[in-house]
């Protein structure tokens, strides 16, 4: 079945620092993939896509590639900063009318 | 547009009490999620709605729990009798149906949550 996996937190940066969260997904066909970010208190909204291989979703300093041949989908930034704390959703869509979730990643950013 | 609309925010009950969660859908959107976040299962999608008919209700954990589409702009979903294992924070979200040759996915837009503590 489809199914999306993520690395486990929680991921504790200092600001400014690298970030990677890695995300690889099984599935049928030719999905769509995301990232949700939900912040402390919020639900969770939409922070970038990528619709099909080899495209990258970019958005608030944010990318991910769409890597078909390793199966991946892993969120960057160069330079994180203490307001990107929150929970972060792998995610992929491939038809029909639901959007199937990894667990989740919580990071920290330390002033 | 205001977004997903849910009430109420938080809701603090006894363990037996009945509890509904009502949840606004965006304007124009045909498909309904109702999810259930907790720190130990994470988040669970319990049953979704197109076009106000259910389409997949196994994710409801249990008879205690159903949900209803009314109309096209509003679900609910209840809890009878409630325990304390069903506190938790409740999201629905919307989306509209991809467009045929125009995009191939479905964002969904999550409203704020209502917090649930069953005593």
């Known amino acids: 079945g489809n199914s999306v996996t993520q690395m486990e937190g929680p991921v504790t940066l200092s600001e400014e620092a690298f970030l990677t969260i890695n995300c690889t997904y099984t599935a049928t066909g030719y999905p769509s993939l995301f990232w949700y970010v939900q912040y402390p208190g919020e639900g969770l909204q939409l922070l970038l896509k990528a619709t099909k291989a080899d495209d990258k979703g970019s958005n608030k300093g944010f990318e991910a590639t769409y890597r078909k041949e390793t199966t991946s989908f892993h969120l960057e930034k160069g330079s994180v900063q203490v307001s990107d704390s929150a929970v972060y959703f792998c995610a992929l869509f491939t038809g029909g009318f639901k959007t199937i979730f990894g667990a989740g990643t919580r990071l920290f950013v330390k002033a | 547009d205001a977004g997903v609309i849910q009430s109420p925010r938080h809701e603090v009950t006894e363990m037996g009490q009945e509890v509904t969660l009502r949840c606004k859908l965006i304007?124009?959107?045909?498909?309904l999620f109702w999810y259930r976040q907790t720190m130990m299962r994470g988040l669970e999608l319990l049953i979704y709605f197109n076009n106000n008919v259910p389409i997949d209700d196994s994710g409801m954990p249990e008879d205690r729990f159903s949900a209803k589409m009314p109309n096209a702009s509003f679900s609910t979903l209840k809890i009878q009798p409630s325990e304390p294992r069903d506190s938790a924070v409740y999201f629905c979200?919307?989306?509209?149906?991809?467009?045929?040759?125009?995009?191939?996915?479905?964002?969904?837009?999550f409203g704020p949550g209502t917090r649930l503590t069953v005593l």
């Open positions: 979200a919307s989306s509209s149906r991809p467009l045929a040759g125009v995009t191939s996915y479905n964002e969904q837009f």
């Open positions: 304007s124009g959107h045909n498909s």
